[in-house]
């Protein structure tokens, strides 16, 4: 049976005394969830996230990373000085990053090795567009992000990856995929790793859906039989709502 894991992505917000007050409220209310929380939080956040998360269940995780290990590469971070902070995740190949700052299947390739070198948890992100939505091309727009992102990377490596799919037309419009259409979507991404790993391989794999979920519709998503959780946007940026979509089963 796989397990839910509800990771918040706070993109650019949230200075560190914010960081600091959103933990200290948040803990105390999911501490007695059976299911994974992380907080993926900017880079000036990560140590003061760090400290305050120890002696409870909130893991912390980065929004983006380097490949290379070092060099010259101003205003970059790698997988390396995560992992020296204790850093456990990292958000790779996120739409806005595609959108705004290039990001490529190659680069989220490259990315998601170098993170597992350093034996770093990638959430790795897939979704299409409202245009490709509309012309019918969702799965093979998924599944050929799945076959490039994932080049060389072994099936024991598999085991080590969470994938979000996030339909780029749901992210911070208050759209939302329907359920059959968000477990569907990514049935098929189970389905293209069963085709490159095997099945067994394939259903072990924790597939998160993102893209507008709030507490009002978290727990219709994640009972679907795919749906392992979810990277959820705005609605992270406040403890008391982020806490319901955690305990959505309570």
């Excluded at 080590?160 to 098929?188: F, H, L, R, S, V």
Aim: aromatic fraction near 8%.
């Amino acid at each position: 049976m796989r397990r839910k894991v509800i990771a918040g992505n706070w993109k650019m917000n949230m200075l560190p005394n914010e960081a600091i007050n959103f933990i200290d409220e948040l803990a105390p209310i999911v501490k007695d969830t059976k299911h994974e929380v992380i907080l993926c939080v900017p880079y000036t956040d990560l140590f003061y996230a760090l400290l305050n998360v120890q002696e409870t269940n909130i893991k912390i995780g980065a929004q983006n990373m380097h490949w290379e290990e070092n060099g010259a590469y101003t205003g970059e971070v790698s997988g390396k000085m995560l992992k020296s902070i204790g850093v456990e995740y990292v958000i790779i190949g996120h739409s806005e990053r595609r959108q705004y700052f290039a990001e490529t299947d190659e680069t989220v390739n490259k990315k998601i090795k170098s993170a597992l070198a350093v034996e770093l948890k990638p959430i790795v992100c897939v979704g299409e567009t409202l245009e490709q939505r509309e012309s019918g091309v969702t799965e093979q727009i998924i599944t050929e992000q799945i076959e490039k992102a994932f080049e060389g990377i072994s099936a024991t490596e598999l085991e080590k990856i969470i994938i979000a799919y996030e339909p780029i037309w749901a992210i911070g419009t208050g759209k939302t995929a329907t359920k059959e259409d968000a477990n569907t979507t990514i049935m098929q991404i189970r389905k293209k790793l069963a085709e490159m790993y095997g099945q067994n391989e394939a259903n072990g794999v924790i597939i998160q859906y993102g893209g507008s979920v709030k507490s009002s519709n978290a727990k219709e998503l994640f009972e679907m039989s795919d749906i392992d959780g979810g990277l959820v946007g705005g609605a992270s940026l406040k403890a008391e709502e982020f806490s319901k979509i955690v305990n959505f089963d309570i």
